[in-house]
Nanobody
Framework: QVQLVESGGGLVQPGGSLRLSCAASGFTFSTYVMSWYRQAPGKERELVARIGTNGVAANYADSVKGRFSISRDNVKNTVYLQMNSLKPEDTAVYYC????????WGQGTQVTVSS
């Protein structure tokens, strides 16, 4: 059974940091490109960051460049999103996604940036 389980979300003040984790099981994690998406209320889901299978190649949405960092651990079958200098506009539900021949989504974790 394929599972992607996100964790690490919560309430943080502007300028703060959070680290999201997405634990994968049920498929060969190391062969999948992993991504983080987010969806704010009333908006479409958008790509935040993507990382290649070897953990070297990564790309980011312009809105998070220099503040967010994606990484993966192919031994622990986990992908991470380190989020620094958070802004209120980063408030959203954050989802991880695994893509290869198939695409899998996690259930999401809420991130709220507010004072």
């Amino acid at each position: 059974q394929v599972q992607l389980v996100e964790s690490g979300g919560g309430l943080v003040q502007p300028g703060g940091s959070l680290r999201l984790s997405c634990a994968a099981s049920g498929f060969t994690f190391s062969t999948y490109v992993m991504s983080w998406y987010r969806q704010a209320p009333g908006k479409e889901r958008e790509l935040v960051a993507r990382i290649g299978t070897n953990g070297v190649a990564a790309n980011y949405a312009d809105s998070v460049k220099g503040r967010f960092s994606i990484s993966r651990d192919n031994v622990k079958n986990t992908v991470y999103l380190q989020m620094n200098s958070l802004k209120p506009e980063d408030t959203a539900v954050y989802y991880c996604r695994a893509v290869q021949s198939f695409s899998y989504w996690g259930q999401g974790t809420q991130v709220t940036v507010s004072s």
